[in-house]
Structure formats: C-alpha cells, structure tokens
C-alpha cells in the first residue's frame, strides 16, 4: 500500500502562488503515475493535473492551463504542484493519488483510475 502526504496549503491573495507537495512513503514511487485533484465544498472531486511514470506525458484540466506545473523529483519520492495566478475559484482541498498499478505512460483524469490517496491539502484564495 502506498502512504501519501500532501503538503503546502494555505491561505494566499488572488494573484498569489501555491507549491504543494505530494511525498510517498514507497520507495518505488517513481514507478507510478501521479495525480492531483481538487475538491472544494458541495462539489465533486475534479482532475487537476497528472504526470506519467518516467515524466512521458502530463495533462492539465483546461481551468488551470497555463497556471498550472506538475513535475516530479524521483529521488525524492515526491510529486509537486506549482500553481501560479491563483483565482477564487481556486479553493479546494487538494489531493493526490496513485494507482496499483506501476510503469503507466498515460495519465488518468478521473478519480476511478487511482486507488491509493492522501489526506489532502486546504488551499484558500482570497478575492
């Protein structure tokens, strides 16, 4: 089973910058493809960012385009979020997720397609 810790929340103007963090406790972490998603309240959990194990490919949902950087440092078993120009709409609690499966190349975009997830991350924008 793999343990996530999301960290780097907080409460920033609009405008502002955010860089979470996603740190794994499997040591293999690097084997997986990683997803962020965001869930802010009386909505569903929606897709944010994803990248591929070995960085092949990343996919950003079209609201944060442009704003938006998954990268990964593998060494570290960590997966980070750079989120830049942040919006109201922003707000959410912020998760990441892993699949069972290892060596994927593609990046899921629905929540059926991980298993494993942290604890999350409250991000709050202010107008």
């Known amino acids: 089973q793999v343990q996530l810790v999301e960290s780097g929340g907080g409460l920033v103007q609009a405008g502002g910058s955010l860089r979470l963090s996603c740190a794994a406790s499997?040591?293999?972490?690097?084997?997986?493809?990683v997803g962020w998603f965001r869930q802010a309240p009386g909505k569903e959990r929606e897709f944010v960012a994803g990248i591929s194990w070995r960085d092949v490919s990343r996919h950003y949902a079209d609201p944060v385009k442009g704003r938006a950087t998954i990268s990964r440092d593998d060494a570290k078993n960590t997966v980070y979020l750079q989120m830049n120009s942040l919006k109201p709409e922003d707000t959410a609690v912020y998760y990441c997720?892993?699949?069972?499966?290892?060596?994927?190349?593609?990046?899921?975009?629905?929540?059926?397609?991980?298993?494993?997830w942290g604890q999350g991350t409250q991000v709050t924008v202010s107008s």
């Open positions: 499997e040591r293999t972490f690097s084997s997986y493809p």
């Open positions: 997720a892993a699949p069972e499966r290892k060596y994927r190349i593609m990046v899921m975009t629905t929540t059926s397609g991980y298993d494993y």
